[in-house]
């Protein structure tokens, strides 16, 4: 079974359009996220929301918007898109837990969505 | 952001042992230091995670000094397989923001 799974795997459109990327966690996590990977590779956070609070990175231009229909969906819109948009985005979902003394948070990733803009 | 410094890449035959060093000199007093996976046309996949001292899971250790300004991934007998990039990332449990991802060290196994 997948535990964070994205779809489409590849998004080809071109610019001024608007387009939605989905993704789903079946981990029962409480936090989900959105990143962007240039093609430097450099992976930046874009979004994080739980059920209370969705944190912004103030980088993010506000053509893009997450939506949550539900704890186990976070759903990446982007508006009027542009070439520089461009990029790998990634969805990820994790949950604080401790064993023991010890407390661990790992982050679950998505297999990611290409996304080009012509 | 508690940022990091990692080599750029780093060569290294199979069998042999792997250490990865990560420098970061302004980690707060309730940031963790933790390790990611990704190879190519995948999301980064956890390693491992620490706060002290030694970390030890099945697939690596992580040491951490006493002053905790720097950190080291260690992974035993890399095989081809472990061809990936590796990413040090350091922040607080409970808010993933403050996590900064760098370049990563590209780790090249020879065969």
């Known amino acids: 079974d997948t535990a964070v799974s994205q779809t489409p795997k590849y998004l080809v459109t071109q610019m001024g359009n608007d387009k939605s990327i989905k993704c789903e966690q079946n981990l029962g996590h409480d936090t989900m996220y959105w990143y962007k990977q240039d093609s430097k590779k450099f992976l930046k956070i874009m979004f994080s929301y739980n059920n209370k609070e969705l944190i912004i990175n103030e980088t993010v231009p506000n053509r893009f918007s997450p939506k949550s229909p539900d704890k186990a969906h976070l759903n990446l819109h982007i508006n009027s898109l542009e070439l520089g948009d461009s990029a790998v985005y990634f969805c990820?979902?994790?949950?604080?837990?401790?064993?023991?003394?010890?407390?661990?948070?790992?982050?679950?990733f998505g297999p990611g969505t290409r996304l080009t803009v012509l | 952001l508690a940022k990091t410094t990692q080599p750029i890449s780093m060569d290294s035959y199979e069998g042999q042992e792997v250490n990865i060093t990560c420098s970061h000199n302004n980690i707060a007093t309730n940031d963790y230091i933790t390790w990611y996976q990704q190879f190519p046309s995948q999301g980064p996949r956890f390693i491992i995670q620490g706060y002290k001292t030694k970390v030890t899971n099945e697939v690596a250790s992580l040491f951490i000094p006493a002053d905790r300004k720097s950190s080291t991934l260690s992974l035993p007998r890399v095989s081809l397989s472990d061809t990936a990039v590796y990413y040090c990332?350091?922040?607080?449990?409970?808010?993933?923001?403050?996590?900064?991802f760098g370049s990563g060290t590209k780790l090249n196994v020879k065969p």
């Open positions: 990332l350091v922040g607080p449990l409970d808010n993933f923001n403050k996590f900064y």
């Open positions: 990820a979902s994790s949950q604080e837990r401790t064993s023991g003394r010890r407390s661990y948070n790992e982050q679950f």
